[in-house]
């Protein structure tokens, strides 16, 4: 009988390579940058999903400065709040071997990837096939990168019933939740979420429709059993 694969939720502590526009914009200003998701969209440049929080004074110097880096190919900026010194859209990069290798790992899934101001590190945590983690351990090494396993954790994916979110619709939720699609007023419609993803509107609405439903259900359900106990 064959075995089922085994996935894991792995955070992992890398030294990013000194080249990319994460390194670049905190040399000149302190801020904190979360990358939600990054995929593969050629041989050698990947998309990422960004978040830059900053001093409410620098927003406008950040975009300016995203606009202008080397690193980066294509720059969409969704929202920029100079109140709240937040910034988000999305870019294209060849200067990231990280998001390049993860993206093209067709069983890991990126939760979300936070880089550390004062340390210069970034912490990855992602849900990950555990016969492909050495793989991909050597292939950060290989690529001079410093490397440590931080934590390792279950998600019970391999027992999921059909009730449970999928990966997909987890990782959908979670981005709209993120982004503000749930909050009122939007913070981001359908359409940007659309953009953001490269998937059709449709397929975006379809995925949160069937994960919501699923959270719903799953909900009543465990308080239907809560008063029958009682």
Known sequence: MKRRPVFKEVTLRIRPPPHSWVIELLRYYPAKVEIFDCKAIAHDKVSEIFEVKCDP???KDVVER??????ISHLEIFESDIKKGRIYGVLRT???SVCELFSKTSECFLGS???DIENRYVRWTMIVRMDLLEVMLKRLLANGLEVHVERISNIGREERSREELTLKQEQMLKLA????FFDFPRKITLQKLSRLTGLSPATVAEVLRSGLKKLVSSYFKEKNVKKSSH
């Open 66 to 71: 995203l606009k202008k880096s080397r690193y």
């Open 113 to 115: 990837a936070i880089y």
């Open 57 to 59: 004074k620098h927003v």
């Open 177 to 180: 939740w993120r982004l503000g």
């Open 94 to 96: 060849a200067h990231c």
